[in-house]
């Protein structure tokens, strides 16, 4: 993991900006959301890569990509949440005290 970390630290930050702009901007779009069957698939899926990664079911270089894939994800993610933190903390007005 240290080794991905190291190696792979220009994609990681990458990952980490193109999250960041994506939580950024997702705050103005108002679409449809996904539904409860497909949020529960995909939480199902993603357990699932997450319990082969650390079980080490996946060997050689799928399992090393599929680390690596697990990583820029949760990378994403936590830009998408300060992304959207950080436009809610901005940009919200807060109505003057009477």
Known sequence: MAYLVTFHWGWLLAALLLGLAMGWIAVV??????????????AVLAAALVAAALARVIP??????????L?????????CAVGSWLRDWALSRHAPAA
């Open 29 to 42: 779009h108002r679409g449809q959301g996904v539904s409860k069957r497909t949020t529960r698939w995909l």
């Open 60 to 69: 050689g270089r799928p399992g090393y990509w599929l680390d690596l894939g």
């Open 71 to 79: 990583i820029m994800f949760a990378m994403y993610l936590v830009g």
